[in-house]
């Protein structure tokens, strides 16, 4: 379930932290997702503020826009339609 994918990720993050803040730390895939922004869009799907993030909709150069949805999904009812934008980072 999501619940228990954040919750393992949050205490993998802990760790980590506690071990070292180095390079690894900061590295990303699809070019912006890094381990901190990745866990700051699980919390906010475990919370319920955002349904759904569907997919990458654009790609620039400094940032990447996804897709996102909040509201009761499964019966398209009340859904409010998002756009994240998430800056990249640089190491």
Known sequence: SVA????????MEEHKRTLTQGRDDRATS????DPRTR????KMLSRG??????GCLSTGKEA????A???RVDTQT?????A????KTSI
């Not at 228990?4 to 205490?11: C, D, F, P, Y």
């Not at 699809?30 to 997702?33: A, D, K, T």
């Open 39 to 42: 866990l700051i869009l699980f």
């Open 49 to 54: 503020f955002l349904e759904a993030i569907d």
């Open 69 to 71: 949805k909040a509201g």
């Open 64 to 67: 990447n826009v996804y897709y």
């Open 30 to 33: 699809e070019q912006v997702m």
């Open 78 to 82: 009340n859904v409010d339609e998002y």
């Open 4 to 11: 228990n994918s954040v919750e393992k990720m949050q205490h």
């Open 84 to 87: 994240i934008k998430i800056y």
